[in-house]
């Protein structure tokens, strides 16, 4: 493990680290000893990622993605800002529209908690809490060429190499130093992150700009039943927002399945 210099809005170290399990034990431990707000946990490769649901794994090539977690403490448990893991997808749809614009016209963000490029996944977000801390883990698909069809997954370099722009990053090899091109991305989600949580009003309309097959008939799965119906948007609390029957219900656990 060692310090990297970069640009965190937070003004807080980020630690990296060439092989971990995943950077959520590692933001946990720094934590535990005592990690100040902003603090970050970045890996070159995780050997045990996790996905929202504990049988998923966020598997990646060593190098070839952006995997971090995110320390954020607040004074108490009601302090943490309202459907906080959307507005981290939020944050990434924007660094991502920043720094690529081509793509831009492409991205939403799938409740609750993947940015979606014309239709495939290139970013997951992972949300924790322990009492006032939260620890937010995120994990974007950057140099990889290729995906297993059953992942139905997609790369910035994938994309972008599609539209005849190549990516700026050159050595991707743990040298205790991090490519530019994933540099520049974790100081640009981190900016974003720190400016849409702290913004109260604002965050839904970006969500409901980007909201993954909004306006379109859906099949939710809550539990071991489905739901079908209209996806009309998101509530100020990040509570999905589905028309049934002409009314609209309220689901804050479940995935997206068509």
């Known amino acids: 493990m060692n310090t ?3 640009d965190n809005i937070y003004n807080a170290p980020v630690y990296h680290f060439d092989i971990c399990e995943s950077t959520m034990t590692e933001a946990r431990v720094l934590a535990k000893n ?3 707000n902003g603090t970050v946990a970045l890996a070159e490769y995780q050997n045990a990622g996790r996905g929202r649901l504990g049988e998923r794994r966020w598997n990646v090539g060593k190098g070839e993605g952006l995997l971090f977690t995110i320390i954020l403490r607040y004074v108490s448990f009601s302090d943490i800002p309202r459907a906080v893991t959307l507005r981290a997808g939020l944050a990434a749809a924007l660094a991502l529209e920043e720094l690529y614009p081509p793509l831009a016209p492409f991205i939403t963000v799938k409740w ?12 997951g977000i992972l949300t924790e809490s322990d009492g006032s801390t939260v620890y937010i883990g995120i994990g974007i698909n950057v140099y990889q060429r290729e995906f297993p069809p059953e992942l139905n997954a997609v790369s910035i370099a994938m994309a972008m190499s599609a539209g005849k722009k190549p990516l700026n990053g050159g050595n991707n090899q743990f040298n205790g130093k991090i490519d530019n091109e994933r540099r520049l991305l974790l100081e640009t989600v ?3 992150l720190h400016n849409v949580l702290k913004d109260d009003t604002d965050w839904r309309i970006g969500i409901e700009e980007r909201l993954y097959k909004k306006g379109i008939y859906v099949q939710f799965m809550q539990g071991d039943g489905a739901v079908c119906g209209l996806l009309l948007g998101v509530d100020t609390d990040g509570a999905l927002l589905i028309g049934t029957g002409g009314e609209a219900k309220r689901f804050v656990s479940g995935e997206l399945v068509k």
């Open 190 to 192: 981190l900016r974003r």
């Open 112 to 123: 609750p908690n993947d940015i979606m490029l014309d239709g495939k996944k290139l970013c």
């Open 4 to 6: 990297l210099s970069i």
């Open 34 to 36: 005592g990690a100040v």
